[in-house]
């Protein structure tokens, strides 16, 4: 057991969803229709968690990493170059702002993609462990971006993804210029 029963808060929605969470797991949490499958399921998340933030801080992760995920999703062009930089100029490695965009623009893809057949991406979320906060904010993210759009955005991060890794270009220039096409549209 990796989080003592003790330390796992639970609590029933609206619609009887049982949530979990523990406050010594920021932003982790599990659904479940049971207390005690929510218990179990939140022991899963914290596993999950818990290796997702290893991996993050083997990529040398900080928390401007997810504001910078968040400027990108507001198509806020000036605060996404800007945190680029500071990242890039604070040792961060290109591969973990990379990591974060593929996986904002691979979570608004889906998104967009459930809700233009009709279909509220309530499960998927439940299935990736998606807040309901978070679920609220790539909402309002996903409305600023076509699903053309998006398509083509996760495709120009593959491509410079794939520069970073097989050229001497300069990484900076790449991301800063990897900002001007998937934030302002270019």
């Known amino acids: 057991m990796l989080i003592h029963l003790n330390d796992i ?9 049982w949530i979990a969470s ?3 797991l920021p932003g982790c ?28 801080i083997d990529l040398g992760g900080t928390g401007d990493i997810w ?3 968040d400027a990108v999703g507001r198509r806020d062009i000036a605060e996404s170059q800007k945190l680029t930089l500071d990242l890039l100029r604070n040792r961060e490695k290109p591969g973990a702002v990379m990591w974060r965009l593929k996986s904002l623009f691979a979570e608004l893809n889906m998104i967009s993609v459930l809700k233009a ?4 991406p ?3 979320t439940q299935k990736k462990k998606i807040h309901p ?11 600023k971006y076509s699903t053309e759009e998006i398509e083509k955005n996760l495709m120009k991060i593959q491509e410079t993804d794939l520069k970073l890794k097989t050229s001497q270009a300069d990484p900076e220039a790449l991301l800063i210029e990897l ?8």
Do not use: C, P
């Open 122 to 124: 309530g499960k998927y």
């Open 9 to 17: 808060s639970l609590r029933q929605d609206e619609d009887g969803v």
């Open 29 to 56: 949490h599990a659904w479940g229709s049971t207390e005690h499958e929510t218990a179990l399921n939140f022991q899963d998340a914290a596993k999950t968690h818990l290796e997702a933030l290893k991996d993050f």
């Open 179 to 186: 900002m001007d096409n998937i934030v302002g549209g270019r």
């Open 67 to 69: 504001k910078l995920g």
């Open 22 to 24: 523990s406050l010594l």
């Open 133 to 143: 906060f978070r679920l609220k904010i790539l909402n309002q993210q996903v409305s």
């Open 117 to 120: 057949k009709g279909a509220w």
